[in-house]
């Protein structure tokens, strides 16, 4: 059975992973988080987190397909595929203090997913962030960013090495030969992006998972995308905030 991985138990990682468990109950779908009460949370009659329907789809995946673990290691050892959903909210202090994403969770897990991929399996990752940089994730996942004590597992810049990772910063290349699309934030780069030459490279049937509701369903559909919304845009007075995964 292959299984995923979701590092981020928050408002965008526990619901996307719960609908993906819902519609792809041959695949085991795990979300990690170090919160202890979050993860509880999650596995309680109480979730953390509203969304109409959520509640239904977690208790008819979980214990089945759907799994919820503070034990982050361990999963991500396992998983086939990884998803990062963590929080780069913006900086409060030091350069690009109120401008800058304050990357140190993208950083702590990028750290842990190289230090635990020690076997030969392969973890593909495919992140479009736009406030995680191409010179960020390079730094992050180079083999000087770290003091390994094993061989390198996630060199993406290395042309010879077989990478376990691949980072991808750019959203056609991510989804090329791709079966879904999960959209995760309220960015404004993802309504402005050209989802026919999206659809164009994916793998049929292709999906879209949006886990925001911020693009139209009824245009994807209409160029041939099987769409599943969830969520809501956040209310206009949260614009200026910091987002929270």
């Keep these: 059975m292959v299984k995923i991985c979701c ?3 928050g408002y965008v990682g526990g619901p996307t992973m719960a609908v993906i468990a ?11 988080d170090i919160s202890k009460p979050r993860i509880d949370a999650w596995n ?4 953390p987190i509203y969304e109409p329907g ?14 919820f673990s503070t034990d982050v290691e361990k999963h991500v050892a396992e998983a086939d595929i990884i998803f990062v959903s963590v929080n780069t909210p913006t900086k409060t202090r030091g350069l690009g ?18 230090d635990v991929s020690k076997s030969d399996k392969i973890a593909q990752i495919s992140i479009y962030d736009p406030q995680v940089t191409e010179d960020q994730i390079q730094r992050d996942l180079a083999m000087g960013k770290f003091d390994w004590d094993h061989p390198m597992h ?9 990478k376990q990772v691949s980072v991808v910063w750019d959203a056609y290349e991510a989804t090329k030969n791709a079966h879904g699309l999960c959209i995760l934030t ?20 292709a999906f879209v998972f949006d886990g925001r509701n911020v693009v139209d369903p009824e245009k994807l559909r ?5 769409v599943y919304s969830i969520g809501k845009p956040l209310d206009a007075w949260l614009k200026d905030m910091p987002a929270v995964a």
């Design 22 to 32: 819902l519609k792809c109950p041959a695949i085991e779908v795990v979300v990690v």
């Design 44 to 47: 309680s009659e109480q979730l």
């Design 7 to 9: 590092i981020g138990a």
């Design 222 to 226: 209409e160029i041939g995308f099987i």
């Design 186 to 205: 309220e960015w404004d780069e993802f309504k402005t992006l050209d989802y026919q030459k999206i659809y164009d490279n994916m793998q049929k049937p």
């Design 97 to 114: 203090a109120g401008k800058a994403a304050d990357l140190t969770y993208w950083e702590s897990a990028a750290r842990m997913i190289a």
């Design 54 to 67: 959520l509640d239904e789809v977690v208790k008819e995946c979980r214990g089945r397909n759907l799994f």
């Design 154 to 162: 996630l060199q993406p810049t290395s042309p010879t090495a077989f």
